[in-house]
């Protein structure tokens, strides 16, 4: 589904997931009106759907008589949005235009300053309802959205061990680089070895999430849970292959740690997923086990 929509500026996660959630619950004549405009860059959707992801204290958001109250929390790319695609408690995803009457957005200061995340508050905003309310749209919506960050952990676990690598390439001490060292080999060689077989998982969720709907929902799950933790031990090794060079912001790896670290518990916590992925299977009741 994705391949019929290319934008012609980078495609975020959250204008993906606006796509998913457009073409499984839109109307014929919704998809006409917005999937283009995404396409062009000229509709930008921030994504509304982490209260399906756990619970948070005061944030929920209800549905009724066309129009969106309550609180949503980590919006993703709030910050210059055009709409928001807000998942509500009666099953369904609602369109709200950013600058309505009744939303109001506050940007979240999170470790990663290069994402933005909001909260977005809806105080009887006029909303536009996609679908007669099927839950299931809605967790494809977040599915979807939890491979994208298992692959931008994966590509910031990848950047991090490149730089590892020339940096002890670089680096001297005792008069040889400290590449020759078995210590420093061994910790490169952990991180690729950890990497390599990542990528093969989430090409895999990816690929299952565009063509086999009964086993692409746990892939998903399996990828966001496994790289959060992949991206973990990258980004310590990768610290540590650096010394302290590697705690300052003169080399840049701060900004791969950081977004592995929000990539974490953006749409879920590892534990959190692997929950998910549990009831998948039927290890655990709808409230536990």
């Known amino acids: 589904m994705l391949g019929r929509y290319v934008a012609p500026a980078p495609f ?23 999937l283009p405009r995404i396409a062009a860059g000229d509709a930008r959707f921030a994504v509304a759907v982490s209260e399906r992801t756990g619970a948070r204290e005061n944030a929920a958001v209800h549905a009724r008589d066309g129009k969106l ?39 979240l200061p999170t470790i990663d300053r290069t994402r933005d995340v909001a909260e977005v508050v809806f105080d009887g905003a006029a909303a536009e309802a996609l679908g007669e309310g099927d839950a299931a749209v809605v967790d494809r919506v977040v599915r979807v959205g939890r491979v994208l960050l298992a692959a931008d952990t994966l590509g910031a676990a990848q950047r991090m061990l490149d730089a590892s690598v ?36 989430v090409w895999h969720a990816a690929h299952a ?29 990768a610290t540590e292959v650096h010394g302290g060079m590697g705690f300052t912001d003169l080399l840049g790896l701060h900004y791969w740690f950081k977004r592995i670290g929000l990539n974490r518990q953006l749409l879920g916590s590892p534990e959190r997923v692997r929950e998910d992925a549990a009831r998948l299977q039927g290890w655990v009741g709808q409230h536990g086990a």
């Open 12 to 34: 975020t996660a959250p204008a993906a997931m606006a796509v998913v959630g457009l073409a499984a619950a839109g109307s014929a004549e919704q998809q006409a009106a917005w």
């Open 69 to 107: 109250s309550g609180k949503a929390m980590f919006v993703l790319d709030a910050g210059g949005a055009t709409h928001v695609l807000a998942a509500a408690g009666d099953g369904r995803l609602h369109v709200v235009a950013a600058g309505a009457p009744g939303v109001a957005i506050q940007s």
């Open 209 to 237: 999430m565009e063509s086999d709907p009964a086993e692409g929902p746990l892939l998903a799950d399996l990828a966001k849970a496994h790289l959060a933790e992949v991206g973990t031990f990258v980004a310590r090794t």
């Open 166 to 201: 020339a940096y002890a390439k670089a680096r001297k001490q005792f008069n040889r680089g400290i590449g020759s060292f078995q210590a420093v080999k061994h910790m490169c060689a952990e991180m690729a070895a950890e990497i390599e077989p990542a990528r093969a998982l």
